[in-house]
């Protein structure tokens, strides 16, 4: 990491008195374990931060993670309208306020005279948040209401973008994208170790191995490189347990989640005319198996490992608790974009990843409706 880049962060957290960490509604584990590492790392450091990820949802071979259930699913009020009252001439005797007909009304009663218009100013407070740090996220729209409900907080604030996509847009005043990385917890490592190396302890190190472990298959992916599996035993050597983490990504699935797996795979469709491969489960799927989509993304990884061939994979689901939407996750392995095959139904996610929902009146209409809007992307694309 070049020194220049590496000052300007140290600067930039050194000033700070609250830092928000968040990253993408759809981060698998490199985005958790990276955001988990980092926060514990500038909490350690006596830095006031918070980690948010619109509406994120937590896989329970992840819950081992260090903190995880200190990331927040929105943002809290960022900024406070201040009202000021001149009571130098005029004391006050009692305030209260009423709230009606979404008007909200406040009683100034003075102890003698009145309050006039002249006594009255009206102010902002400063935003709750002065640097922004964001992880393993290709563009602001990624954040899903994080931004989208909070855009002057991003346009305001100083941002670091820390990931190892190319699909990265730089949106950050400071861009530490690293394509070269196997993982965005690889970078985070690497920053860690120009920060204050002494500062990684056992908690940070197994956050951090376990976004590297997740991103590439537990080292088997051709991102891999000696640098990483440096990396990797550096983290080790600090308390992180390897082994410890592939048992409980990949081997320790409960029964609930194995007759899950056997309901998808049983659904699983092959579109060869589009290297699509599909399924799709209902709401009574995860009723009859007492699982949750929390439970999906592993699926996905399973499907991965053993169907090399298939060019973009898409997951719907009836979410128990959502019975008039049906959500999708969609996963691209060429160099089209995900986001754009996927843009008539508002995405979440990167070039490669994305989810969104689809209003349908059953789950057959919610797969016909987007098999048809990706076939119609392959079939323009390939005139």
């Known amino acids: 990491m070049a020194f220049a880049i590496n000052q300007q962060i140290q600067d930039l957290i050194a000033k700070s008195h609250h830092m928000l960490i968040t990253f ?24 006031r931060v918070d980690i948010v990820s619109d509406g994120v949802r937590i896989p329970p071979s992840l819950h081992f993670l260090p903190s995880y259930a200190d990331i927040k699913t ?44 002249e006594q009255i100013a009206t102010a902002a407070s400063g935003l709750k948040y002065d640097l922004i740090i964001t992880i393993d996220t290709p563009d602001r729209e990624a ?43 690889e970078i985070v490592v690497r920053l860690m170790e120009e920060l204050d190396s002494t500062a990684i302890d056992k908690d940070i190190a ?62 699983l469709q092959h579109e060869p ?43 719907l689901y009836q979410d128990p608790h959502m019975l008039t939407h049906y959500s999708a996750h969609f996963r691209v392995f060429t160099d089209a974009d995900a986001r754009l095959i996927a843009k008539q139904f508002n995405p979440q996610g990167s070039a490669h990843v994305v989810s969104f929902t689809v209003p349908a009146a059953s789950l057959l209409d919610a797969v016909k409706t987007v098999k048809e809007g990706i076939a119609n992307f392959v079939t323009t694309e390939s005139k």
């Open 24 to 47: 993408r509604s759809n981060g698998g584990g490199d985005a958790l374990g990276a955001a988990l590492g980092l926060y514990l790392f500038l909490r350690k450091k006596g830095g």
């Open 74 to 117: 929105e943002l809290p009020p960022l900024q406070k309208f201040i009202i000021k009252v001149d009571i130098a001439r005029t004391k006050l005797e009692s305030l209260s306020y009423d709230v009606k007909d979404d008007t909200l009304s406040i009683f100034l009663t003075p102890k003698v005279g009145m309050f006039s218009r």
């Open 143 to 185: 954040f899903g209401h994080v931004f989208s409900n909070n855009t002057d907080l991003f346009y305001k604030t100083p941002v670091i973008n820390i990931e190892h996509h190319a699909s990265n847009e730089h949106y950050g005043q400071i861009n530490v994208v690293d394509m070269s990385a196997s993982s965005t917890a």
């Open 206 to 267: 197994t956050a951090l191995l376990t976004g590297m472990i997740a991103n590439t298959k537990s080292f088997k992916t051709a991102r891999v490189t000696p640098s990483t599996l440096q990396t990797a035993s550096r983290l080790m050597k600090l308390g992180a347990d390897r082994d410890g983490i592939v048992e409980r990504l990949y081997r320790s699935k409960s029964l609930a989640t194995l007759k899950l797996w056997g309901v998808a795979l049983g659904r």
């Open 273 to 315: 005319s589009l290297g699509l491969l599909w399924l799709a489960l209902g709401a009574e799927d995860f009723v009859q198996t007492q699982t949750t989509p929390e439970q999906l993304p592993d699926i996905i990884d399973e499907i991965l490992m053993n169907a090399p061939e298939a060019r973009m994979i898409l997951l």
